[in-house]
């Protein structure tokens, strides 16, 4: 084997193990607490100016809320709007629902990316990085919620998803859909304080939600939660998601490969020094000698 | 003459004789030429229009499927494929069995233009191929990622099966002291390989592991990795013994006064060697079958596909294997590999693109383009595969 390879090969299988450890010790002593979006779809009245702020504030495509009847069919977040509004017809009436990036705890796309692109912020949004990014796409794959989204017909395609406004935040200021809602649909916050608030309603007015609050649990935790009048399924939400949050899938593939790359070399290098002819010796040269058990 | 002027005219009469070496030899309109050489020059045109752009002006690729073929089949598919070459390093380097000593070359070879050629046409779907090397001198290694771990062990097995078979290249150029000490360095190449291997096999695997409500629980496992391992081994035999069989008709007069006998018998081992990975890969798929309780899901159009796959390319090739090796009919043998073949592309396939969102109404299909880009690909690496092969000393050994 050449030297350098197993230099490098030994260090960056090396550097895995003490990276983890730091991380999870950043973790115990980080103070700041992730922040989140509360949107309470009994408040929305589909008014779309989220979807407009959040073009105006990204540099998206505005759409044009008074004549582009949008609300004929259930649309999805694009390479071109990062947040959508959908109508949705229930037992409850019609329910307009706000789409956009989760933001998980834990987030699947931040550990499937080999350079950091897709990256959780410790103030909690996730952000893409245009200068680190492959375009591999596999973000995408990972995403449970099918978030980002690529620009295909592009020769320098972006991964295009919301960043919760991650440069407002820098600034003081809060995400520009929750700035632009005027009915208190959006609210931004820890989302501890969410939590505690998204409870207290449900609490007094147990007839009016149902008792899940979405994003609590879903996919390990996600930033933004929802309330809702009726089932989640009739909104258009994956309810099969599970609670598991997604890097732990990985887990333990990732745990097996220093045991691999070092107890693997270790057998073989053993293995070919036992099969070795040149070393071999006859049956009657070895442990006794010829005639002993006689 | 002093050491400068013995290199200036050894490094003269390399150059001399590489420039005669790159020159074209043999029969230009075979029908192999007059079928690759349009589809390579129309793969060119559109991988033009793929970089000025976009990928999606040339694929069917789309917000929902943003892998197609180009990951499914080059690459997932191809490196499946390709892991001949560790198996077989195994066997005669570790195991120092010296009955498949003979095919080590060819099989190390194809291994490292398989990686070059299917490895590299992932830079054709990366969005941004010129960061390519972000991962790899980055300030920002993403160490929890699977791919950043597959990425390295790609890039770390494609240098260690050149070490593997740079003698081979130094022999053709009458290196001899060169020759030497590549040759040293073989075994530590062998076995850092093969774990390289081990771990990037099942890597690819471990990649979808996050797509868990995204693959139809008849191809989502959290096993996926193990599986994709022990399938490559028996992928990897039944590709050399496919191989083989072409390369034995192709280039009949390169292997000169081969043993017909010896090579059977080579045949045979190698699938002797598949039918018992078969068998245990086989056994590992019903297990989870049992495990994951998958008896409900077997009932519709799904269920048929996949008992097509475990059955008909699995078990089916397995027995094949095994009756061919027990009563040495060698026909039955090499079909056995072209259906277990088949059966690990229908795989690779299932786990990324067909069983992929495999609840959508509109699923995703190969747009034209995307299959002739795959051509140019596979026949680019048989050219290259050919101008090595009738060059340098890869079918006999000094």
Not at chain 1, 52 to 57: D, F, G
Not at chain 2, 143 to 161: E, P
Not at chain 2, 206 to 227: G, V
Not at chain 2, 359 to 386: A, C, G, H
């Amino acid at each position: 084997m050449d030297r350098r390879q197993f230099l490098v090969t030994t260090a960056t299988a090396g550097a895995v193990l003490p990276a983890r450890n730091a991380s999870a010790a950043n973790a115990t002593k980080e103070t700041k607490e992730f922040v989140g979006v509360l949107v309470d779809t009994t408040r929305c009245i589909g008014c779309r100016s989220c979807e407009v702020a959040c073009s105006e504030a990204n540099g998206n495509f505005v759409p044009d809320v008074k004549s582009d009847n949008a609300f004929a069919q259930v649309r999805d977040t694009s390479e071109k709007q990062y947040t959508v509004v959908n109508r949705f017809k229930t037992d409850k009436g019609e329910v307009f629902v706000k789409r956009q990036c989760m933001h998980c705890w834990q987030a699947a796309c931040v550990s499937m990316c080999l350079v950091n692109a897709m990256y959780k912020t410790k103030e909690g949004p996730v952000t893409w990085n245009g200068d680190k990014c492959l375009g591999c796409r596999f973000c995408m794959v990972a995403c449970p919620f099918d978030i980002p989204k690529a620009e295909y017909l592009s020769w320098n395609p972006r991964i295009m998803k919301c960043t919760m406004c991650y440069e407002r935040l820098q600034e003081g200021k809060r995400p520009a859909c929750v700035e632009a809602c005027p009915t208190d649909t959006l609210m931004f916050g820890q989302k501890r304080e969410l939590m505690e608030v998204a409870r207290h309603r449900v609490y007094n007015h147990p007839d009016k939600y149902v008792h899940q609050i979405y994003g609590e649990h879903e996919a390990g935790g996600t930033g933004w939660l929802y309330l809702s009048a009726v089932p989640f399924e009739q909104l258009g939400f994956r309810t099969d998601l599970g609670t598991t949050p997604y890097p732990e899938y990985t887990k333990p593939f990732l745990v097996s490969v220093p045991l691999i790359l070092f107890g693997v070399p270790a057998l073989l290098l053993g293995l070919s020094e036992l099969t070795d002819r040149k070393k071999e010796v006859g049956e009657s040269e070895g442990w006794t000698k010829t005639g002993a058990s006689e | 003459m002093n050491n400068t002027a013995v290199a200036t005219s050894e490094l003269n009469r390399l150059a001399r004789f590489i420039w005669q070496e790159l020159k074209p030899r043999g029969k230009w309109l075979t029908p192999f030429n007059i079928i690759s050489i349009p589809t390579i020059l129309v793969g060119l045109a559109i991988l033009y229009f793929r970089f000025v752009d976009g990928i999606g002006s040339v694929t069917n690729l789309n917000q929902y499927y943003p892998l197609g073929i180009w990951i499914g089949f080059d690459v997932v598919t191809g490196v499946a494929l390709a892991g001949g070459a560790y198996v077989i390093t195994f066997v005669v380097y570790v195991m120092r069995l010296d009955k498949y000593h003979s095919i080590v070359r060819v099989t190390v070879l194809n291994g490292l233009l398989a990686y070059i050629f299917y490895a590299g046409a992932l830079t054709l779907d990366l969005g941004r191929p010129w960061h390519m090397v972000n991962p790899i001198i980055g300030n920002s290694f993403g160490y929890n990622s699977v791919l950043f771990l597959v990425s390295w062990h790609f890039l770390l097995y494609m240098l260690t099966m050149a070490v593997e078979f740079s003698p081979v290249v130094a022999e053709w150029a009458k290196l001899e002291k060169v020759r030497k000490f590549l040759a040293g360095l073989t075994l530590g190449a062998v076995i850092l390989g093969i774990t390289l291997s081990i771990l990037h096999q099942s890597g690819l695997g471990a990649l979808f592991l996050m797509a868990k409500p995204k693959i139809h629980p008849l191809w989502y496992s959290e096993f996926i990795p193990l599986l994709f391992f022990v399938s490559s081994i028996y992928a990897g035999l039944s590709m050399i013994i496919f191989e083989g069989t072409i390369s034995h008709k192709v280039f009949k007069d390169l292997l000169g006064g081969h043993d017909q006998h010896h090579y059977e018998e080579i045949v045979f081992g190698l699938s002797k060697g598949a039918a018992i990975t078969m068998f245990v890969y086989y056994f590992f798929q019903a297990l989870v079958f049992i495990h994951e309780k998958r008896w409900q899901l077997i009932t519709d159009a799904w269920g048929y596909w996949y008992l097509l796959e475990v059955i008909g390319f699995l078990l089916v090739p397995c027995f094949m294997f095994a009756y061919g090796v027990r009563n040495r009919v060698i026909g039955i043998v090499k079909v056995a590999a072209v259906l277990a073949l088949i059966g690990i592309v229908l795989n690779r396939l299932n786990v990324t693109v067909i069983a992929y969102r495999w609840y959508d109404v509109v699923k995703y299909y190969p747009s034209w383009q995307e299959v002739v880009v795959t051509l140019m690909v596979v026949f680019t690496e048989i050219w290259v595969f050919r101008w090595i092969v009738t060059r340098m000393p890869v079918f006999s050994e000094k």
